[in-house]
Every structure is written in structure tokens, then in C-alpha cells.
């Protein structure tokens, strides 16, 4: 049996060992064949929506937003690459949490000081927030995939007439994206885990719907152990979608070598 089937199990093994121990759970708040647990199991995986959606968002912009921050640091420009540097180690020393609370509740203020009136929502607030703070990794990531391209690419470019700007759009990026991919993959995986923390400014997405249940039927041990199971899903699809996107691009290079 191949060690995916026996990952697999693992969840099956586990739920057959905490039903054997009566008077410790109660899973009957997550049991479809009562109309109460099934009401219960249908709202939680309500907020699948939510998080996928707010997860994509999120890591599009953050693909974006580290693009444009790792290029200019990549340049000879020292001032741009100052700028650069400054805005990685910035954001990166800034915690999630944090940053999501000024985002939400400080960015209106200002922007309402300029004499600009935004109100920023739960779900726009959660996105702005897991692109900010992910598109310094993002920005690393490109800054290493790029260096990782020999010189003489570069030099062969500017040979034939190829500014820094084209060098990259058609020669260096198109390399370096094939290696990049799977720290990207992974940067993803950490936002669908991030996005957690939406709950806590009201975005219904599934840890928030967790919450809400957990606080009517005062079972936080199941309905927990079931939001695990949701995120894993999540991130096992993700991993999945990933390794094929890898053999169509041929990234592994060490096969198609």
C-alpha cells in the first residue's frame, strides 16, 4: 500500500478511536444523520467560498506586489534597490495579526485624513492585508529564482540590444519561473492557512463559522477537529494541483534533464 493510502487512513483511524471513548466527545453536533449536526456541517463548509476566494485574491496580489518590489532590487539603480530592501525587511518583521487590525481599522483613518473616505470591509481588509504581508516572501522568492539564472543569459540578452526591462520579460523570468513554482506553491498553501485570522475582524470564511458554532453548542473539541480536516482538504487539493502544474511546465528540471 502506497504511504498516501495510509495518510488517508489516518483521519478514518483517529475518528474511530475518539468515537470509542464515550462521555469524552460529542459528535453528534457534527453528525449528518441528525438534521441539527447536518444544519451544523453545512454551515461550516459554507465557508469554503469565502476562504478559497479570499485566498486567490490574496495571492494574486501578492504575486504582483513581490514582482514589482523584487525587479527594481534586482536593478544597478542603488536607490531602487534600497527601496527594495527596506520594504522586505519591513513587512516581513511585521506580524499577521497586527497588521490586519491596523489594515482594517487604521488604513479608513488615514485615508480619511487625505480627504479620502474608504471603508474597508472584513473581506477586503483580509485581502490587502495577506497580500501586503506575503508579497515580501513572494518578493524573496522571485529575487532567488532570478539569481538562480546563469549570467550569460543576461549578457547574451544585452548583446543583442535587450534592456533590463526585456531581459527579464523574455528571457529571465520565463526560466526562472519554472524553478520559482513550487516556493510559490507553497506561499499559497500559507495564505489558505492565513486566512484564519480573517475571523477575527467578522469574515465569515471557515475558521470564523467554526467560532460561531463552537460558541451555541459549546463542543469546540469536534467542530475544531473538523475544521482541521477542512483546511487539510484544502492544502492537499492545492499540493495536488501543484505537482501537475509542475510536470506540464516540465519544473523539475532533475527529470527532464
Known sequence: MKI?????????????????APGTWGWYVINPS?????????????????????????????IFIGLIVALPGLSNNKILKVISRVYVEFIRAIPLLPMLFWVFYGLPVVLKSMGINANIDAFWGAILTLAISDSAFTAEIYRAGIQSIQRGQTEAAQTIGLNYYQTMRYVILPQALRRILPPLANQFIYIVKMSAFASVIGMQELTRRANEIVVTEYRPLEIYTLLIFEYLILVLIISFAVRWLERKMGSNESQSG
Do not use: D, E, M, R
Open 4 to 20: 498516501t493510502n495510509y495518510f488517508f487512513l489516518l483521519p478514518v483511524i483517529f475518528l474511530y478511536g475518539c468515537s470509542s
Open 34 to 62: 441528525t438534521p441539527s449536526g447536518w444544519i451544523n456541517i453545512k454551515f461550516l463548509l459554507g465557508g469554503f467560498g469565502a476562504t478559497i476566494q479570499l485566498s486567490v485574491i490574496a495571492a494574486f496580489l501578492s
